[in-house]
């Protein structure tokens, strides 16, 4: 526009009248904007823009207008020539990061550039504008605040609450005008769950998937009344009874007579199911968790001398919440039998450590040489079996069969009776010792004494031995020992003289050995 188009030289009196004109811009407001008809223009170069009509507080979304700039002379006046240039306008303090949204550039009418319809989209505390036209300095408005906008829907919290017996574990279902559920605990707590965002007004609340045990108080529906930015509260009470049980347990005992008993114990069988059971338990095994009603119970495992009463297979009818016994009595016939052998031993040079006897060349005992309550040998088949002795002396023999047959009765017992003899044994032959007197010596009458160190075995071992050393001038020296060896002893002699020294060794029985050796005593060496 032609009024804003000025040479260097009106810059410095545009920009003196500047400061005057902001002097009294607010009485010019007033010439402005008073009644009585449209304000005064100028025609004078535009020098400043002014804020006439500031922004005003509003909410988010809400209008803060009218904003109007004036472009102003040096004196303050709208200048009417600037009718034809662009005002624009923008954030200036921006706390909120919002944007400044609606027609944010006008044109001047008179002078003056309005703005209807400015809006800002987020909420914050001193907001300011910036209005700018090309060749003039900007200006910048009073702040203004932005509050947010008021809420226009509300929230429903949903609350639980569960008190009896057996209660449903896995929660409930709570659904908001039969569209939009989530899952809720039995007990839920004061928290429980929240559905925002909820137009103000009635809505239709309904707790679900509640077990058939369980019943809520009030019905599972109720009407909840939305308050604009407010939560309304909704609790449900719910009450549950014990659930009556539908399942029994089933215990199976056994007790089992006579002889020849199941070592390893049975099988018993529910539904598919078994267990291992001894032959005698009376505490039993139990199957849990079954169906209320009639059960097959089949006991197998059970050996052929063994009979089941009632058979092997029973029909048992389980009670539900019960326990129902299920005795199996079952009685066994022998199969085996016992085997008692005695022995009875007579004459002389009996044997000392008895004998061995084995059945049916496998199963061995000792037995004494008179022994008339016997050995027995248990759990033998009901058969013949074959009996033996052995470890017999030889100076002795079986006057009965050896081996002999005999029968074990099923239940009963057998016997094998034996009867040996045994003759003198003749005296054994003694062995007299063999000594050593040891060497002959030659001794110096002033030393005094002589040690004799003899030695002797014996071939049969029969000691203890005595021992006896004649020193050939009238003395002797008597001792024995346990063992065969040596023996020594010491002796002085008086004289010079020869001297034959005896040693003589006798055993347990009497019998003794002997040998010499020279002991010559002189005054002094040749």
């Known amino acids: 526009m032609r009024h804003l188009q000025h040479g260097p030289q009106m810059m410095k009196p545009i920009c003196v009248l500047t400061l005057g004109a902001l002097a009294v811009s607010c009485h010019l407001d007033k010439l402005v904007s008073g009644s009585g008809g449209p304000h005064p223009t100028s025609t004078a170069p535009p020098v400043a823009l002014v804020f006439m009509a500031q922004p005003k507080d ?114 409930y279902t709570v659904t908001v005008d039969g569209t939009t559920s989530r899952s809720i605990a039995t007990n839920s ?52 009874t014990a659930i009556p049980p539908t399942t029994g347990n089933l215990t199976v005992t056994t007790s089992t007579t006579g002889a020849d008993l199941d070592p390893d114990g049975y099988t018993v069988t529910v539904e598919g199911t078994p267990q291992s059971i001894a032959p005698n338990d009376g505490t039993g095994v139990t199957f849990t968790n079954l169906s209320a009603g009639n059960h097959s119970v089949v006991l197998t495992g059970v050996a052929a001398n063994c ?68 050995v027995t040998f248990s759990n033998l088949s009901a058969a013949s079996h074959t009996v033996a002795l052995t470890g017999v002396a030889s100076n002795c023999s079986v006057t009965s069969a050896n081996p002999m047959s005999v029968t074990v009765p099923a239940g009963g017992v057998g016997h094998a009776d034996f009867a040996i003899s045994c003759t003198a044994l003749p005296p054994p032959q003694n062995h007299a010792p063999v000594v050593n007197a040891g060497p002959d010596q030659q001794i110096l009458l002033a030393l005094g004494s002589v040690t004799v160190n003899a030695s002797f075995t014996d071939q049969d071992g029969d000691g203890p031995w005595t021992y006896t050393i004649n020193w050939g001038d009238g003395s002797s020296t008597n001792s024995s020992t346990p063992n065969q060896g040596g023996i020594s ?38």
């Open 489 to 526: 002893a010491s002796h002085t002699y008086g004289l010079a003289s020869t001297n034959t020294v005896t040693v003589t060794v006798t055993d347990a029985h009497g019998l003794s050995g002997s040998d010499q050796a020279t002991i010559t005593v002189v005054v002094s060496l040749p």
């Open 58 to 171: 509003a909410q988010v979304g809400q209008q803060i207008t009218p904003v109007q700039v004036k472009v102003v002379d040096s004196a303050g006046v709208p200048v009417a020539g600037a009718d034809t240039t662009t005002v624009a306008v923008t954030l200036g303090a921006n706390p909120g990061g919002a944007k400044l949204q609606g027609d944010t550039s006008a044109h001047p009418t008179r002078g003056v550039a309005t703005f209807s319809n400015l809006w800002i989209d987020k909420a914050g505390s001193g907001y300011t504008l910036i209005a700018r036209v090309t060749g003039l300095p900007d200006t910048t408005s009073t702040s203004f605040d932005i509050s947010p906008a008021p809420p226009t829907t509300g929230s429903i919290t949903v609350t639980t609450s569960t008190t009896g017996l057996d209660l449903d574990l896995d929660g």
């Open 189 to 240: 707590g004061s928290t429980g769950v929240t559905f925002p965002g909820l137009s103000v007004g009635n809505h239709g609340v309904v707790l679900s998937s509640v077990a058939s045990n369980c019943s809520v108080t009030g019905g599972p529906s109720q009407t909840a009344s939305v308050t604009a930015g407010q939560t309304t509260p909704i609790a449900f009470s719910v009450t549950c």
């Open 307 to 374: 009979t089941v009463s009632g058979g092997t297979t029973h029909t048992v009818a389980v009670t539900a919440g019960g326990n129902t016994p299920a005795p199996f009595v079952v009685t066994c016939a022998a199969t085996t039998g016992s085997l008692t052998v005695t022995t009875s031993t007579s004459g002389s040079d009996l044997d000392p450590d008895g004998y061995t006897v084995t059945v049916d060349g496998s199963t061995s005992q000792s037995i004494t040489t008179n022994n008339s309550g016997g």
